[in-house]
């Protein structure tokens, strides 16, 4: 069995090069698009949706079968032709050129693969089953789709600013270690899921910093 690392990755204004342009190719640009990636598309055809975003300008399309070549300057590829021959071409042109590919028909010919995900503002959820069962994986990524509370969104966005008025505020490691710490104890995700946080100006912070800087 293989075993997947997980890590997260930036492609914010990377280009990803997808070959064919079916449903898979639509799910996977998708997640693509919502990760900021420069979706540069090769397929012969478009599903309507994949269709409606290029007419949008929110991804590119040359419309014409893989060729040699195509790989050139991506970040990633995904190989998603319903032709194992062609995917198995581009899982090649990549290693060659020593660019990560995922490949559809047949993960095991690729070196990364796709999970289901779960998003609540900035809390990302990944599920894989290291391709043991895609739809497996999809149920298990909805259970958690219902486990976990829209309010995780505010909650996040809250840590955050006040972790960086903390790192902002302390130049004293080991007082930025004991606060993020007593942030992380903060039991404010609760107050958000029943409606009765009241949002912290930057004074509200200072405040709390202040009270909080000592052991
Ligand atoms: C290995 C992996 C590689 C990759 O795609 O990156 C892979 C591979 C393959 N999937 C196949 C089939 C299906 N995959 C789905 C659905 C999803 N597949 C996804 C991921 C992955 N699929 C990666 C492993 C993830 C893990 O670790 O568990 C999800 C989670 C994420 C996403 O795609 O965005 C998304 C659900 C998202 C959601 O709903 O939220 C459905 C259901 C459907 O289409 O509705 C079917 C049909 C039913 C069935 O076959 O079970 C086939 C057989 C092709 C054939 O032989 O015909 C292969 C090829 C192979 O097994 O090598
Ligand atoms: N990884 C996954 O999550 C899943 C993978 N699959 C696999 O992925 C393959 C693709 O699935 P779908 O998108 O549903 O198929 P599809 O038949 O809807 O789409 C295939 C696309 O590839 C294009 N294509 C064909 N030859 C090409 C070439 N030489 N160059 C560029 N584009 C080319 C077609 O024009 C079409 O747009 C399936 O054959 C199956 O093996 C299927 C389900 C889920």
């Known amino acids: 069995m293989t075993r997947y690392l997980p890590i997260m990755l930036d492609c914010e204004k990377q280009q990803v090069v997808v070959i064919g342009g079916g449903a898979v190719a639509e799910r996977k640009v998708s997640g693509l698009l919502e990760a900021g990636a420069v979706v540069k ?28 070549g195509d790989l050139r300057g991506a970040f990633l590829v995904y190989a998603a032709t319903n032709d194992r021959t062609v995917n198995e071409e581009v899982a090649q042109e990549s290693r060659r050129l020593g660019i990560h590919v995922n490949v559809a028909s047949h993960a095991e010919a690729g070196d990364f693969i796709t999970p289901g995900v779960v998003r609540r503002g900035r809390l990302t959820v990944a599920v894989s089953t290291s391709g043991a069962g895609p739809l497996a994986a999809a149920k298990i990524k909805n259970v958690l789709e219902e486990a976990l509370d829209a309010a995780y969104e505010p909650y996040l966005d809250f840590v955050h600013s006040m972790r960086i008025r903390i790192k902002e505020k302390e130049s004293s490691a080991e007082v930025r270690g004991r606060l993020l710490r007593k942030l992380g104890a903060l039991d404010v995700l609760n107050e958000m899921k029943n409606g009765s946080f009241i949002a912290w100006s930057p004074e509200d912070m200072d405040v709390w910093i202040a009270d909080h800087r000592a052991e």
Request: proline fraction near 11%; glycine fraction near 4%; charged fraction near 20%.
């Open 41 to 68: 598309m090769i397929s012969p055809s478009l599903t309507d949706t994949l269709a409606s975003l290029v007419k949008k300008g929110l991804m590119t399309w040359h419309d014409r079968p893989y060729a040699p």
